[in-house]
């Protein structure tokens, strides 16, 4: 029996990294994914595609998260195809990196408004539906999912990245928020936190021997996360297997919250 059988799974940002190996975790398990991407046309077809090739169901949808009106055409588009959504995973971010005092305003919002008000926008749509529709009890104890990628750096200060540490730490407070007020209608939220994971978001860190090593000192676990790490973290979550877990963060992260700088007394 596949876990998220007939339901319908929104991932943002999926043409690539976390959310392609996300995308493709949660058809394995059943679900119908809608693939979102911003401009890779080309990597959402991809995913598409390895996803039917293994008799899964997936169309690509190209929106861009942080523009309200791109988002509601996205969810039109869904419903057009699947009729409703039952799991929303708000992955789509990016980094803009700089010195605190040579960060321009641009950069500033541009990850402010991609990281944070996207998850915003396209929870709150997905609510909508969840209310309007319910409980569905042959396809899940839950009336909806929301899953927001976070980071470690939601709680881990980064300096040189102001911008994108302020946009997790307004993720988890949104999170929890919306999770304190959705839990009536039966509509579970929670955040995934990642540590380090090989996508080209972070290619940099780990693309070299000298890097990863370089990186490994910062994960007790001693392993560079890949995209299936988390992908069977949202599947779980997405789950009736975690029905009873509500408004937290899933650190899958090998150990970089554990302050790994102390292990040999500080
Ligand atoms: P990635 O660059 O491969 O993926 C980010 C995706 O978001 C890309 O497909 C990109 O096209 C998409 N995107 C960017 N702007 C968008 C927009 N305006 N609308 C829609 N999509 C947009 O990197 P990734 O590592 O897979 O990142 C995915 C998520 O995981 C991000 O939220 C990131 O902050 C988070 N994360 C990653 C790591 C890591 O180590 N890789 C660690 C912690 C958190």
């Known amino acids: 029996m596949q876990r998220l059988q007939n339901q319908v799974a929104l991932v943002t940002g999926a043409s690539s990294g976390i959310g392609s ?41 190209q929106a861009d998260v942080s523009q309200e009106d791109q988002v509601l055409k996205m969810f039109e588009q869904m419903y057009d195809t699947y009729g409703t959504i039952d799991i929303l995973v708000n992955n789509a971010g990016l980094q803009k990196d700089s010195p605190f005092t040579e960060m321009s ?20 749509e997905a609510a909508k539906e969840f209310i309007r529709r319910g409980v569905v009890p042959q396809k899940s104890c839950s009336a909806g999912k929301i899953i927001c990628m976070s980071s470690v750096h939601e709680v ?22 919306m999770a304190q007020e959705l839990a009536p209608h039966k ?4 955040s995934i936190g990642p540590g ?29 996360g890949e995209t299936v790490d988390i992908g069977k973290a949202a599947v779980w979550l997405a789950s009736d297997e975690s029905e009873y877990v509500h408004g937290i963060t899933l650190f899958v992260d090998g150990g970089m919250t554990l302050y790994p700088g102390f292990a040999t007394g500080g």
């Open 21 to 61: 190996g996300v995308a493709k975790s949660l058809a394995a398990e059943g679900a119908k994914v809608v693939v979102n991407y911003a401009r890779s046309a080309k990597g959402a077809e991809a995913v598409v595609e390895e996803i039917t090739a293994q008799d899964g169901d997936a169309i690509a949808i």
């Open 156 to 177: 881990i200060p980064w300096a040189g990245h102001c911008n994108y540490a302020a946009s997790k730490g307004g993720i988890m407070l949104l999170m929890k928020s």
């Open 105 to 124: 305003l641009e950069d500033w919002n541009t990850v402010i408004n991609i990281n944070l008000t996207g998850q915003f926008l396209c929870a709150r």
């Open 196 to 224: 380090a994971i090989k996508t080209p978001i972070n290619q940099s860190a780990w693309d070299t021997p000298d890097a990863e090593a370089s990186l490994l000192t910062l994960i007790p676990y001693n392993r560079v």
């Open 187 to 190: 509509i579970r939220v929670n």
